[in-house]
Nanobody, 126 residues
Framework: QVQVVETGGALVQAGNSLRLSCAAS????????MGWFRQAPGKDREFVAG????????LYADSVKGRFTISRDNAKDMVYLQMNSLKPEDTAVYYC???????????????????WGQGTQVTVSS
């Protein structure tokens, strides 16, 4: 199975920045769409950002557009989420996920991602 590990979560003040990292195994990593999701207490897991295997196509939730940037380094099998201008409402557990469909469109649909990390906590204080 594909293994996914997120790192970088922390407690930060509103307005500050944080970068999350995701390491994913697999010899065909460059063909995978990768996504970031988050889940706050009492809420459903929601899509944050996604990136195609090539890195050419990206997709963002409206709530983070203009503040967050997803990127990848296929040579290192790594995906990143740069989070700027953080707000208290960004507080959540952040998950990295893998969509193994070949040349599929970047999607916000949770069920199309079939491998997930354990999550990393991001807390933003006011």
């Amino acid at each position: 199975q594909v293994q996914v590990v997120e790192t970088g979560g922390a407690l930060v003040q509103a307005g500050n920045s944080l970068r999350l990292s995701c390491a994913a195994s697999g010899r065909t990593f460059s063909m995978y769409t990768m996504g970031w999701f988050r889940q706050a207490p009492g809420k459903d897991r929601e899509f944050v950002a996604g990136i195609s295997g090539s890195g050419i196509s990206t997709l963002y939730a409206d709530s983070v557009k203009g503040r967050f940037t997803i990127s990848r380094d296929n040579a290192k099998d790594m995906v990143y989420l740069q989070m700027n201008s953080l707000k208290p409402e960004d507080t959540a557990v952040y998950y990295c996920a893998v969509d193994r469909r070949f040349m599929g469109a970047v999607t916000a649909t949770t069920t199309l991602y079939d491998f997930w990390g354990q999550g990393t906590q991001v807390t933003v204080s006011s």
